[in-house]
């Protein structure tokens, strides 16, 4: 019978399976962070156990720490003690660990794949729910519960469930200063945030395949906007070259053996879905959200809704609450909305291309003289790499602020948050209430239509900007 | 874990959609490394206002709703981040059984493993219930024989045998798993042979 690339990884990593379909599968790659692991160490200490595989677990500490000068450390007392409760139990129970001042150090779903430790066809793991991220490279990856964290230190494995098969098929060529951000937040507009619950979405089609490994990130990275666990790209020559003579990549014979196994990965001609949607990416246009769900998406040349024109009395209700929390008037244009602040970051576009694209908007330009700016890179290594290419400075010059790399204001654990009411044009991935900050406003864009946002003082569109 | 058997209580109803764990419980209470204590920080951003004082609107201020067991919701309820948070919060604040027409993946199964039990019912259901919430009158969850029982009538609902077996007895998910240790290690020892890569050494 044919089978999907993710039917292939799920059955390649069953180590048992119940009569009523209960299976418990093997994680190759196991993700931690300093937030959902605590509890999950605790645990371990508590019923006398062992993390069964070291070597598969990777540790980063991303959410709680400073983006400002770290030499003094972190100031925040609770934000101190859960990186320093990370470092302890690493230390405990010997799990490899980029402190907060290695380079290395960075938000954990950049990190994976810039060390090579993701790799096609493993099931990934992390207590994080845009661990979905990683499936960019052909990995069965998903974001656990705290619970799970403790079950996979302790066994390996995860008890699971199959899910269902959901192919997203974007064909065509996207019209310029259209990314893949802008693809993400349409195939969330249009399956809605519980649209891939129950699913494991696989992105297929030209445009898919002609994408960068970074630009394929992005868009693995948001499935979870849209309900399913895990989104999957099958792997090729781009992945390869991409992990090719990293730090965690396999090296030598290891390596042809790997690069044999990882050619093969791919859904079978006629394999079933029990989903399908298609989309052309001719006609995807820059996006923006309006309201408090990512599903709340728009063009930038269109209007903010008008809850009278809903039948459903339930979705009125909700674009009442949304625009009323947002502050906006129902058919207020895109390109009305001003804005307070611009944030470029996280693990959905904090990578270095996703800095270039901001970049290139940014040179020689000034941002509004209200509006505060700043980019933090997903990463020590790409903010190494920005400031060789000289981005820094672009960003700097143009009024933005140049941090050090973490989460940030993605969900403002740190000291990075929106003050009550203020407005962002911002990178991340969840528009939710409060996200960035108590009674915050987001919208989220595209590096390049931050950027262009930070310029014009308002929500823009980024092709007025580009020569 | 504590075991869930069967459950009376009047419901709360929120009737929101797409709730999110952010809602649920903000990040500034995900820097705890404990589990308990998150009940009072519950929904945080509804129930309490910029001075810290409870908005007597919200439902979970309102008694008898404080005392609610069973919470009914919109569509979608804990969606976005995969925080246990979440359900280690409804559970200290004394909530053991969600009700909504769908849940996110991950809340879902976080809330088996701390002995809540989540229900999916139809939407029409979902507001026959609500009513019982709006009159203040119990209705009664049993497990066992996956019904709620509201007046004289009763519905049936759906829930993984071996979930259900799990939040029955309370048993370890872990304890489980080590009982297949030696499938565990036969499937290393292939591993090894098959892709000598993923171990790292």
Known sequence: MPNTLYDKIWNDHLVDQQADGTALLFVDRHLVHEVTSPQAFEGLRNSNRKVRHPNLTLAVADHNVPTTDRSKGISDKESKIQVETLEANCKEFGIKLFGMNDK????????????????????????????????????????????????????????????????????GKLPLGVTSKDVILQIIGKIGTAGGTGCVIEYAGDLIRSLSVEQRMTICNMTIEGGARAGLIAPDEKIFEYLKGRPMSPKGKDWDKALEYWKNLRTDENAKFDKEINLKADEILPMITWGTSPQDVITIDEKVPNPQNEKDEDRKNSLERSLNYMGLKPNMAAKDI?????????????????????????????????????????????KEQAEQEGLDKIFVNSGFEWREPGCSMCLAMNADKLKPQERCASTSNRNFEGRQGRGGRTHLVSPGMAAAAAISGNLDDVRKYQS | MQKFNTLKSIPAYLPIVNIDTDMIIPKQFLKTIKRTGLGKNLFFEMRYDDQGKEISDFVLNQNPFNNSKILIAGKNFGCGSSREHAPWALLDFGITCVISSSFADIFYSNCFKNGILPIILEEEKIKELSEYANRKEEISIDLNQNKIIYGNNEINFQVDEFKKKCLLEGLDDI??????????????????NKKPWIFND
């Open chain 1, 338 to 382: 001003k804005i307070d602040k611009v944030f470029i970051g996280s693990c959905t576009n904090g990578r270095i291309e996703d800095l270039r694209e901001a970049a290139k908007i940014l040179k020689d330009k000034k941002i509004a003289s209200h509006v505060q700016a700043m980019v933090v890179p997903g990463s020590g290594l790409v």
């Open chain 1, 104 to 171: 290395r150090q960075g938000i954990v779903h950049v990190t994976g794949p810039e060390q090579g430790f993701t790799q096609p066809g493993t099931v990934i793991v992390c207590g994080d729910s845009h661990t979905a991220t990683h499936g960019a490279f052909g990995s069965l990856a998903f974001g656990i519960g705290t619970s799970e964290v403790e079950h996979v230190l302790a066994t390996q494995t995860l008890v699971q469930k199959k899910a269902k098969n959901f192919r997203v098929n974007v064909n």
């Open chain 2, 175 to 192: 304890a489980l798993s080590l009982e297949k240790s030696e499938k565990i290690e036969n499937f290393e020892k292939d591993l090894k």
